[in-house]
T-cell receptor, first 113, second 116 residues
Framework: AQSVTQLGSHVSVSEGALVLLRCNYS??????LFWYVQYPNQGLQLLLK??????LVKGINGFEAEFKKSETSFHLTKPSAHMSDAAEYFC???????????FGTGTRLKVLA | ETGVTQSPTHLIKTRGQQVTLRCSSQ?????VSWYQQALGQGPQFIFQ???????GRGNFPPRFSGLQFPNYSSELNVNALELDDSALYLC???????????????FGSGTQLSVL
């Protein structure tokens, strides 16, 4: 069975500060890992994904994440937060070909001026 | 803009009623998945349709059913509504081909269902 744990349901950072959103996964087979962002009253937008290959993945809007198998982690980072980054972020795990995603409970990011 | 549209955007029903939610997938996508997102929670997988057949189901009772049509549209039907069915329902389309893996899901903006 697969699962995802997102540490911290709410994270606040100052504008210009580092953003770090934590995600740990559990999977008995090689995982596919994703980060999605959800703005109010909208669906989910893919930020980045890891399937195979390079463990450091770059996504849209300056976000990146690193797959660390030994730590079963896939934390999301951005060097400098912008006000427009305020949203809810979801980490998800899947496996090849299943298309069934297991989502975490989300982290709401607040950016302070 | 994901190219996936859902209707209606909001819906209010009473307990025991039936509801149909609709989704129009991105053109060419042969797979559609439905997710339920309760308030303050992450989306939970309901089921997936591939080429008009159910291709996987989450932990949801049979009163949740679906259809996928050749024109890239799909429906989620829920019978005998319960209060706990109140949630945002998201559909997500994707493309699957033999030997080709495209893991990217394109989500619609969802239908907010309130059951009173």
């Amino acid at each position: 069975a697969q699962s995802v744990t997102q540490l911290g349901s709410h994270v606040s950072v100052s504008e210009g500060a580092l953003v770090l959103l934590r995600c740990n996964y559990s999977s008995s087979v090689p995982p596919y890992l994703f980060w999605y962002v959800q703005y109010p009253n909208q669906g989910l937008q893919l930020l980045l994904k890891y399937t195979t290959g390079a463990t450091l993945v770059k996504g849209i809007n300056g976000f990146e994440a690193e797959f660390k198998k030994s730590e079963t982690s896939f934390h999301l980072t951005k060097p400098s937060a912008h006000m427009s980054d305020a949203a809810e972020y979801f980490c998800a795990v899947s496996t090849s070909g299943t298309y069934k995603y297991i989502f975490g409970t989300g982290t709401r990011l607040k950016v302070l001026a | 803009e994901t190219g996936v549209t859902q209707s209606p955007t909001h819906l209010i029903k009473t307990r025991g009623q039936q509801v149909t939610l609709r989704c129009s997938s991105q053109s060419g996508h042969n797979t559609v998945s439905w997710y339920q997102q309760a308030l303050g929670q992450g989306p939970q997988f309901i089921f997936q349709y591939y080429r008009e057949e159910e291709n996987g189901r989450g932990n949801f009772p049979p009163r949740f059913s679906g259809l996928q049509f050749p024109n890239y549209s799909s429906e989620l039907n829920v019978n005998a509504l319960e209060l706990d069915d109140s949630a945002l329902y998201l559909c997500a389309s994707s493309w699957r081909g033999q030997g080709v893996t495209n893991e990217k899901l394109f989500f619609g903006s969802g239908t907010q269902l309130s059951v009173l």
